[in-house]
Each structure stands twice: as C-alpha cells, then as structure tokens.
C-alpha cells in the first residue's frame, strides 16, 4: 500500500511512497529488485530527505554517504515533480578477503516530491559535499492580494 494524491490540494508528501506497514519499504524497491531478495538494496532505497521550504525556496537535503556525484542524478518531471536517484556500488571484494561484518547498504535508490505551483522548477540548483546532496528549487514571489476601497452608502 502507498500513499495516493486524491485531491487538488497540494499535499507535500503525495508522491512519497514510504508505507509504515509495508516490509522494509518495499514499495520504493523497483519489483525487479524486491523479488531478488536483495537486502541491502531495500535498506538504502530509502534514502533520507529533509524538506524545507525558506521565503525564497524549497530546500531539500539528502543523506547520501559513500556516493559519489556521479553516481546521483537530479531531474524534474512534467507536473512539477523532482526526482533524486542514483546509486551506491558495492566495495569491490578481492580474492583472499575475508569479510567479518557486512552493514553498510549499497544499491540504487529513488525518492520523488511533487513541487507546488509556486515553485521555479527551471532554476533547481544541486550539489553534493560530504555525503549531503543539497537541492534549492527556487519560489517565483507570492501574487500580493489587491486590495479594494468600498464606498459604504448611508
């Protein structure tokens, strides 16, 4: 089960796909993935956003350690709707290593936000600096209400 959008009125969570009672966030696991039984993939698929929304912008801040910059992708859908994705490899395993503990996750990962309307979806500006992936989707300046004299007759 994942969250739906069933009204108009703008929810920030309504392309959020996290269900509390689904296992270990299947739902954002491609089903390709989830099928393979691939642990570490569902662990990280869940990469963890902070949403903050200033007088000038949407800023949106992603804890990503170990991923490089090329490994993360920013993109804007039609409809207003930023995606983060990307992945993290796997450490390569040499011949003769012998591995104690394994819990660092690695594999691909994806979260998607629909935007509102106010949101200035040509200028997104994105960087990455130690393992925090910072996106800035600047707002176009609120319409201020106009306002109207009424002649009170009497």
């Known amino acids: 089960m994942s969250l739906v959008r069933r009204s108009s009125v703008f929810d920030p969570f309504s392309m959020d796909l996290w269900d509390p009672f689904d296992n270990m966030f299947r739902s954002m696991v491609p089903s390709s993935l989830a099928s393979s039984g691939n642990d570490d ?27 490089k910059k090329e490994e993360v992708k920013v993109e804007m859908e039609d409809g207003g709707v930023l995606v983060i994705s990307g992945q993290r490899s796997r450490e390569k395993e040499d011949k003769g290593d012998r591995w104690h503990r394994v819990e660092r996750s690695s594999g691909r990962f994806e979260r998607r936000f629909r935007l509102p309307e106010d949101a200035k979806v040509e200028q997104v500006k994105a960087g990455l600096e130690n393992g925090v992936l910072t996106v800035t989707v600047p707002k176009a300046e609120g319409k201020k209400p106009e306002t109207k004299a009424i002649e009170i007759s009497g």
């Open 41 to 67: 993939t569902a662990a990280f698929a869940a990469a963890r956003v902070d949403w903050k929304e200033t007088p000038e912008a949407h800023v949106f801040k992603a804890d990503l350690p170990g991923v």
